[in-house]
């Protein structure tokens, strides 16, 4: 190591970092690393830089020897002290890595897919000699244990053992591996994402989580195959020796606010039309849907977590399902919500088994071989926004594993001995398609989707979107997509053609841009759930009471169905929350309240009346089944019963549809009901046209 490479990491460090080295020295050893900016560095001296990048192990080990060397006016060793590099200019992806890259320094970037649990790994091995007793110490360089090729150290004895391993002397540093994958979204079509794995260290060990997205800069290294049968091959592997690492994106709760940005987002949530610009900055390409735009703003607030005193958790999260008939954009709302959230993961439930949705155990390749927990799209999700698309296509199975990650917000693992309880505190975003293609607005709605009602009762809100034609709507419709379409050629164009003003550019954008900057909109948001815990207000608490009891009294009367239950009570507060974080109020007002009503009423109008009474139904999305066809069920299966006791045996089914007739069951809907008992083995068929009861 050249003493000049030593001098010049003191000169820089004294004249760009000496702040830094005083905190530094000051909290050690709780912290014990020190990060510099590379564009510091190379605005100190650019050769210098360059050099770092192009042989780092050894200008890194000069830095750590200036470090020791380095005066302080604390009187502290940072011999166990780190300097990492951060922040350089270039980040590569994993399918970049060229055998030109090996032994430089360079930034990786992607997402990491699973860790290895935090475990003590040797750097300096210590070995006594069984002849003389004297003990010497040998670095670990490599990943294999290195105790080959020894002589005992003492001059007098200078044997080659034997040696033993004396593990009390030897020195142990914390170490982590973990597998980085390339972003899904920077993809191409049909590529499938490559995985590189990392190497961390002492204080970089166990800070990042499987579906983080980081930027780990290293050093890139390899390590010869072997093969049992074939030996040694000619092809090598690559692994990331990590120095530093980099959150690339954060939950809300991580988002750093400056007092300038917390100034902005103040005078933002006095603006009466605060609502409007959200609502405006989502999705400003798809035309309309006003009200889900409203819920999806709602939604990334969402309510807040409560723990009662008896240890009961009531979740904060909303969660929203859009059902509708096929091209009306679900897809794109989907995928712009995760955009915006500082952690969104979105997935189809065509391809997503339970274990890609919610976790799995596998065996551990990066360690020892040993079963470990690899976590689904919810689990990465947590504190963010899961986005399922075609979540009917999923099989039972399937949709069975969300039931617990949707209420309890957690995901219980139990095989191949590892019992394990994840969180998954996310929104889901789901969207599903209607069985027949189309949704019929004439039949209830539960029927016409592939989801068990126990599934459809946990989402508070769901929307059906329908595709009827209007003049006037198709028209801006097609105004709206034309000129978005048009916007995205002037700006291909632009590059190629300098004739283009920016001017036309600007105005033509100006259709599809959003009110509020995404990256604003996620301070915003970031800061509403940081410091924003809204209380009901008496005059709110009364009207959700008055709402509630003044629906459910509905049910008291005669043959009326249960119109709601407690679950959409929870719901409305979850909302009324929500709306009052996004005006960064502490307050649920009556405003909000009246919001959070009209959504979950028109909410409840669409999804939750009986097609055939007019009265809203609870029992439509709990259940599947109205209590009018329930009803009617009952009265098919007593005219069986008491038909089967008069005829000593099977019942004509015509008989069985002429007498439901004169219960008022009209002959389509008890033929209906009859094939629905038939499929369920409430009722069979001994011989083609008569029914018996089990």
Known sequence: MSADLVIKWDEFLRSRYWDGLLKLADSYPDQRSLVISFSDLDRYDPDFAEELLESPEILLDAAKTA??????????????????????????????????????????????????????????AAFQCQRCGYTFF??????????????????????????????????????????????PEGMRGGEMPQTLDVELE??????????????????????????????????????????????????????EISPEDEKIILQMSRDPEIFEKIKGSIAPSIFGYDDIKQALALQLVSGFEKMLPDGVRIRGDIHLLLVGDPGIAKSQLLRYMTKISPRGIYTSGKSTTSAGLTATAIKDELGDGRWTIEAGALVLADKGIAAVDELDKMSNDDKGALHEAMEQQTISVAKAG?????????????????????????????????????????????????????????????????????????????????????????????????????????????????????????????????YYVGLRSQGQESNK????????????IRLGEASARLRLSKFVTLDDANRAVKMLGSCLKKVGTDPDTGFLDADIIATGITKSTRDKTKSILDIVRELSKD??????????????????????????????????????????????LP
């Not at 060990?205 to 390899?222: H, Q």
């Open 67 to 124: 470090l020791l060397e380095i005066d302080l006016p604390i009187d502290v060793s940072l011999d166990k002290a780190h300097l990492r590099i951060a922040e350089l200019p270039k980040h590569y992806n994993t399918r970049d890595m060229r055998s030109e890259h090996i032994g430089k320094l360079i930034a990786i970037e992607g997402l990491v897919r699973t860790a290895t649990e935090v475990r003590p790994k040797i750097v300096t």
């Open 202 to 255: 002492d204080d970089l060990a166990g800070v990042v989580f499987p579906g983080d997205r980081v930027v780990v800069n290293g050093i890139l290294k390899s390590y010869q195959k072997t093969n049992p049968q074939a030996g040694k091959s000619t092809y090598f592997d690559l692994f990331h020796k990590g120095i530093s690492i980099e959150m690339k994106e954060q939950e809300f709760e991580e988002i």
């Open 561 to 572: 169905p249960v119109p709601v239950t407690a679950r959409q009570l929870e719901g409305l």
């Open 418 to 546: 590892v019992m394990a309880t994840l969180k998954s505190r996310c929104s889901l975003l789901a969207a599903a398609n209607p069985k027949l293609g189309r949704f019929d607005k004439y039949e209830p709605m539960a029927p016409q989707i592939n989801l068990t009602p126990t599934l459809l009762s946990r989402f508070d809100l769901i929307f059906v979107l329908t595709d009827d034609p209007d003049t006037v709507k198709d028209t801006q419709i097609a105004e709206h997509i034309l000129r978005s379409n048009y916007a995205g050629e002037l700006s291909a164009q632009i590059s190629r053609n300098p004739d283009i003003s920016h001017t036309d550019i600007d105005s033509a954008l100006q259709i599809i841009k959003p009110q509020i900057e995404p990256e604003l909109l996620r301070k915003y948001v970031a800061y509403a759930r940081k410091n924003v815990f809204p209380a009901l207000t008496e005059e709110a608490r009364d009207y959700f009471r008055d």
């Open 138 to 183: 040998k670095e670990q360089k490599s990943t294999r244990f290195d105790d080959a090729n020894m002589k005992c150290q003492n001059e007098a004895c200078d044997r080659s053992g034997p040696f033993k391993f004396d593990l009390s002397k030897s020195k142990f540093v914390d170490a982590q591996k973990i597998r980085i994958q390339e972003s």
């Open 647 to 692: 005829l000593h045996g099977a019942v004509p089914k015509d008989v069985v549809l002429d007498k439901s007739e004169e219960f008022g069951i009209s002959r389509n809907k008890a033929e209906e009901i009859i094939d629905r008992l038939r499929r369920d083995g409430d009722i069979f068929e001994p011989r083609p046209g008569t029914l018996k």
